[in-house]
């Protein structure tokens, strides 16, 4: 049976332990303002060489700066976990959270803890009024199409902090109203 909790300051470390590998085959990209699905392949294993490192030292900033952050556990393994940053993010005329991870391990896909998830940072979102949810997506057919599953949108004008940081993340939003 799995644990839902708000993650604590000595959770952080136990996100790069999510097991994130995927076999990606197709990639989205925007062009004129749609997506355009192309063939990609590559085997995701685990994280990137530091990218683990880095997230710790980004999610620690944002759960010092009052983000929230969200986890499911099998005992004391985090299996899933959402994080919604604090700052404010002004797009599309709303005022905008954004989603800043949102991963589900490997072998817990695919029974609806994704949704789950989500579903608990718009509503987290609600609570401090904001208006949408704003979301870098890694360009993946799969986690595209899991946010357009979730009522997201792309944005008509990324944000240009965000576009810097991952230039081929599709940057999406997902109204709250």
């Known amino acids: ?97 954004q989603l800043k991870f949102l991963h589900i391990s490997r072998a817990w896909r695919g029974q609806g803890l994704g949704g789950r998830l989500f579903a608990l940072a718009c509503e987290h979102g609600r609570e401090v009024g904001a208006g949408a949810l704003y979301v870098s997506a890694t360009e993946s057919r799969n986690t595209v199409e899991f946010y357009q599953r979730q009522g997201c949108r792309l944005v008509d004008h990324p944000n240009p902090e965000l576009i810097d940081q991952e230039p081929k993340d599709i940057h999406l939003y997902c109204p709250l109203t």
């Open 1 to 97: 049976m799995l644990i839902e909790r708000e993650l604590t300051e000595s959770d952080l470390p136990r996100l790069a332990l999510i097991d994130r590998s995927e076999l990606v085959e197709e990639c989205y990209r925007v062009e004129n303002g749609e997506l355009v699905l192309y063939p990609a392949r590559f085997d995701m294993r685990g994280w990137p060489e530091g990218e683990a490192e880095e997230n710790a030292q980004v999610l620690e900033k944002c759960w010092r700066s009052g983000g929230w952050l969200h986890g499911l556990f099998d005992g004391d393994l985090l299996v899933a976990a959402v994080v919604v940053d604090n700052r404010v993010i002004h797009n599309q005329g709303l005022k905008m959270r």
